[in-house]
């Protein structure tokens, strides 16, 4: 990226907590999902080897549960300029999304049960290009959510006016 990137407001402490509860989550998702595979490979030839796999598949997730969530929060940011919305995110692959105002079809805000607990939401962004949000900015306060929300709501209603 270019040293010309706006200056871009950051998401809170709590989004890094955010961030490695769902990575914790992956951790016991993909550990189950490599324990079923290591005890019907343990069935097989390949005997205790397989438990292997397993393991390996944890360690990996661990490595990236330390690893990756601190980098995620960093990347992430997002600016709200006179004519469109930019988001900044991404660890290896780092993506600048910019989001003309003029195009905001409409705006979400969902907070599911771990965003609820820690007072934080994800705001999603749509345009008339029908394949899903174009934008999404998970790990926001609530309140900055829905006061950013109201913003583009605010300007896409005065764009049609």
């Known amino acids: ?3 010309t990137q706006p200056t871009l407001e950051r998401l809170p402490p709590a989004a890094l907590t955010l961030f490695r509860l769902a990575g914790l989550i992956r951790i016991g998702v993909y550990g189950l999902l490599t324990l079923v595979a290591g005890f019907i490979l343990s069935r097989t030839d390949v005997g205790a080897w397989a438990w292997l796999l397993p393991l390996v598949a944890v ?15 960093q990347r992430w940011g997002w600016a709200l300029r006179e004519h469109d919305l930019l988001i900044a995110h991404g660890v290896l692959v780092q993506q600048l999304v910019s989001i003309p105002a003029g195009r ?7 907070q599911g049960p771990i965003e609820r607990a820690l007072g934080l939401a994800r705001l999603q962004v749509y345009t008339a290009s029908g394949g899903g949000a174009d934008g999404e900015i998970p790990g926001l306060a609530r309140e900055t959510a829905d006061a950013l929300r109201e913003k583009l ?9």
């Open 59 to 73: 360690l990996l997730c661990a490595f990236m549960l330390i690893w990756y969530p601190p980098r995620a929060h």
């Open 104 to 110: 905001i079809q409409h705006v979400d805000v969902h």
């Open 153 to 161: 709501v605010r300007r896409e209603a005065e764009d049609v006016v």
């Open 1 to 3: 990226m270019s040293d």
